[in-house]
């Protein structure tokens, strides 16, 4: 038995740009029970589900042995039953309780083991002696069952007979893809892992903002085509980078969405470009947030903006994360479960990417046409016609900043960055100032 049963199909109506963290929390329980990994039927199950929240997403098989970039398209992996059983018959190590408990890419097994040769196939975490680790085997050709210490501990019996019902063969490897097309062709990347098993901050969380990311940009105009990829870790990102060449060639902007469940302030890492616009985008939509927050450099370790940064590619892609891999004592273990994964975290993060995706449609360079000394704004009513108030007092200093920044060369997000005011006074004084003739948006 699984230890969860799917939580009820309700998926809020398309359109519907405002939900609640119970709305992004009920997808990632849904989620939660499936068995995924770099491959298999877990993978297409999700995106099966995903499709219910995004009709339009297709699902892209890829056949075993397609040369991507410098990979191949792994067999295909799959698996049914696994368990350790005593002497008695019975299940002390069972698949269908944790699917944690196998290690991911497990060639089948059967038989009997004497614990000490079946000891060479377990891992646990020793410091974390109740919790189950997270392991797989994507290229190794072997096999394990992953438990909690106590468990391990426990085997006392001198044999144990073994089963891995699994199946590693040749098949495919499932990428889900969805266009959200706007304005114009350039395009942001939204890229989230997908093969993770049944961990939900790792990255069920990642995968339930970027699903409601979309759905909220459906629902709003926009200059910027919106391009979601659901595709396993590493192996996916570089699948879909090796087939979509004319894509990657429209990508303006891009964020890897992970571990954004969790209560931690957030992390964002920069791209491997570092002053790139998204970059600036997002640390000035945590500045916004007044957040507790990290901004980090880029390096090359992580999650997909490891290849979408690689220097044959250098996209300005940066990753939005909370408290990041391997710092919170839940990671890659049975505790990364529903219980971690707070339904406000996931709201603020929601939130936080649809402020991003406001900026980046938002900003622009706009060109002062009154430079030479500065133009009279009273004659024109926009200087202090209600005066003494704090937010009279900034609104004029935006009216100010934007004028003596807008040369060309600073765009909004610059001029927020300056001058610490908020981006929607500014951009609210640039419009007032194009309505008056003072200020146009500057083309290149
Ligand atoms: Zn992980």
Redesign the pocket.
């Known amino acids: 038995m699984m230890p969860l049963t799917a939580a009820p199909a309700y998926v809020p109506a398309t359109g519907q740009p405002h939900p609640s963290g119970a709305d992004l929390h009920a997808l990632v329980r849904r989620l939660f029970p499936i068995c995924r990994s770099i491959t298999g039927d877990g993978v297409r199950q999700s995106l099966a589900i995903l499709q219910e929240y995004l009709p339009e997403l297709q699902v892209h098989e890829v056949p075993s042995g397609t040369p991507v970039l410098d990979w191949e398209v792994p067999r295909e992996w799959n698996i049914r039953d696994a368990w350790i059983k005593n002497a008695r018959g019975e299940r002390v190590v069972d698949f269908r309780a944790h699917n944690l408990h196998v290690v991911g890419y497990s060639l089948p097994v059967q038989g009997w083991f004497t614990l000490d040769e079946l000891k060479k196939h377990l891992y646990s975490l020793a410091e974390q002696p109740r919790l189950i680790p997270y392991r797989t085997a994507y290229y190794a050709d072997a096999w394990g069952f992953c438990l909690a210490h106590e468990q391990l501990l426990a085997l006392a019996d001198p044999t144990y007979e073994v089963c891995i019902d699994s199946t590693l063969a040749p098949g495919a490897l499932t990428y889900g893809e969805l266009l959200v097309p706007g304005e114009t062709d350039e395009e942001v990347l939204i890229s989230s892992h997908i093969c993770?098993p049944s961990?939900a901050n790792?990255?069920l969380s990642g995968i339930a903002v970027a699903t409601f990311l979309a759905r909220y940009l459906q629902a709003q105009p926009r200059r910027y085509s919106y391009r979601f990829v659901f595709a396993p870790g590493t192996i996916g990102a570089i699948t879909w980078l090796s087939r979509n060449a004319e894509a990657v060639g429209r990508i303006r902007h891009g964020l890897v969405l992970s571990l954004l469940g969790e209560a931690g302030g957030f992390t964002y890492k920069k791209s491997r470009r570092g002053t790139a616009e998204v970059d600036r985008a997002v640390a000035l939509a945590l500045r916004e947030a007044a957040a507790p927050h990290r901004v980090i450099d880029f390096k090359p370790y992580g999650y997909d903006e490891r290849q979408y940064c690689s220097p044959g590619f250098n996209l300005p892609v940066g990753c939005l994360s909370r408290t990041p891999?391997g710092e919170f004592p839940e990671y890659?273990t049975s505790a990364d479960n529903l219980a971690f994964v707070q339904p406000e975290a996931l709201l603020d993060s929601l939130q936080l990417a649809q402020t991003v995706a406001h900026l980046l449609e938002a900003n622009r360079c706009y060109q002062n046409l009154s430079p030479y000394g500065e133009p009279a704004l009273g004659r024109r009513g926009l200087y202090g016609a209600v005066s003494g108030s704090a937010h009279a007092a900034s609104a004029q200093m935006a009216l100010l900043w934007v004028l003596n920044l807008s040369d060309g060369h600073h765009d909004l997000l610059a001029i927020a960055e300056r001058s610490g005011l908020p981006f929607e006074q500014l951009r609210h004084a640039a419009d007032l100032l194009c309505a008056h003739d003072l200020l146009t948006p500057f083309s290149n």
Do not use: A, C, T
């Open positions: 993770h961990l790792d990255n891999y890659h």
